[in-house]
């Protein structure tokens, strides 16, 4: 069974999604400085054992960091 994280099976296909969960309720999306820290962290590390040289954010869906709300309706994952 495929779980379609991003509401994409194209993008999901060929992605690693990370979840991370917000401290705030309501629609700002807010996460902790630790949490953004950790997902840094884990970024370099899936790209190290993965070959990946560099994370390019292209503001669009065409670089291989990608953002939720390119391929649903929500403000995931807010101002990040």
């Known amino acids: 069974m495929l779980r379609k994280c991003s509401s994409s099976a194209a993008n999901d296909n060929r992605a690693i999604t990370i979840e991370v ?18 997902t840094i962290e884990l ?3 899936i790209c190290s054992r993965n070959g990946i ?7 669009d ?5 990608t953002k ?10 807010g101002p990040y």
Do not use: M, Q
Not at 68 to 77: D, I, V, Y
């Open 21 to 38: 969960a917000n401290d705030e309720y309501g629609r700002i999306w807010h996460v902790s400085d630790i949490a953004l820290e950790k």
């Open 43 to 45: 970024c370099v590390d």
């Open 53 to 59: 040289n560099k994370l390019e954010y292209t503001g």
């Open 61 to 65: 869906t065409t670089g291989n960091l």
């Open 68 to 77: 939720h709300e390119w391929f649903a309706p929500t403000n995931c994952p």
